[in-house]
């Protein structure tokens, strides 16, 4: 009598179904850790950029008698505040505004850093954190440039370096240490006018609204006057807890805080500038 050869038993509905769960354990696993492993790699990249840029600053500082780069500082026609993205073709950008035959006007803030780009001393890619979505300016010929097309080709904030505070300057030799110069883009929010913003005291999970947007609010990769860079889990990283990102009052003054700066509720917007020697406020935002 012949035999037919069996047929492999195929996979039950249970036994199926088991292995799919087996399957979605494993992606569960594993995918958080890649997603890890490539945000821990921008994050390492995006540091380097601002490396970059630091090294930038310091070699212009060297040239310019430890001042750091600003375009004209105007307090008739804007003592306190700051605009940015002007003046993208202007080939001098030290003609102070359209009064004087120029498009840059005066406290542009994204000009100031661009001044970098325009003399050679950091490429445009270096102004992109690769956990952006922010692209690279085309910038073919430099010396013709006096500012970055827009926000999109800018992914971090500089010190603002206009102010009214007769004891704010802008000198590598006169700031304090821990005086935050850079960092990842500020997010646009404050902690007074703002229904979505923090304090210092608030939780972790709620703290993270206030960091920057690139790096999935986990913080932000800060360089201080020094040149040190360290990624912060907080926006209140700055000279004794000062928020990197907003100012601590409305008009500036010579006067140090009655309040511990960690203790103040910030303000934000481009009418304010620094209230104090030791107030960074970093721009521009993610809404300019």
């Not at 840029?53 to 500082?61: C, P």
């Not at 050679?120 to 006096?146: H, T, W």
């Not at 827009?150 to 821990?178: C, E, I, Q, V």
């Not at 007074?192 to 986990?218: E, F, M, Q």
């Amino acid at each position: 009598m012949s035999h037919r050869p069996r047929k492999p038993a195929a996979f039950t509905f249970v036994e199926m179904m088991v292995a799919i769960v087996i399957v979605l354990i494993l992606l569960s696993i594993f995918v958080p850790y890649l997603v890890s492993i490539r945000e821990q790699s921008r994050r390492t990249s995006c540091l380097d950029n601002l490396r970059q840029i630091a090294n930038g600053l310091w070699n212009y500082s060297s040239q310019n008698n430890q001042d750091f780069p600003r375009v004209v500082y105007d307090p008739a026609q804007r003592p306190n505040g700051y605009v940015a993205f002007t003046g993208v073709n202007d080939d001098d950008p030290f003609r102070a505004g359209a009064a004087a035959g120029g498009d840059v006007q005066a406290s542009d803030v994204s000009a100031s850093l661009f001044l970098l780009v325009r003399l050679n001393l950091v490429k445009p890619e270096s102004f992109i954190c690769p956990s952006s979505s922010d692209e690279a300016d085309r910038v073919p010929n430099p010396s013709k440039r006096g500012n970055f097309s827009s926000g999109h080709n800018l992914s971090y904030s500089f010190a603002m370096p206009f102010s009214s505070s007769t004891d704010y300057k802008f000198n590598r030799d006169r700031l304090k240490s821990t005086f935050v110069l850079l960092a990842d883009k500020n997010p646009g929010i404050s902690d007074r006018s703002d229904p979505t913003a923090v304090s210092s005291s608030a939780k972790p999970i709620d703290l993270a609204r206030g960091n920057s947007k690139n790096h999935n609010r986990a913080g932000q990769n800060v360089v201080d006057a020094t040149g040190s860079i360290a990624f912060m889990v907080s926006p209140y990283c700055g000279f004794q807890g000062d928020n990197i990102y907003t100012v601590q009052a409305a008009t500036p003054t010579s006067q140090p805080s009655a309040t511990p700066v960690d203790e103040v509720n910030g303000l934000l917007g481009n009418r304010f500038s620094p209230a104090r020697p030791d107030d960074s406020y970093l721009v521009p935002t993610e809404r300019e």
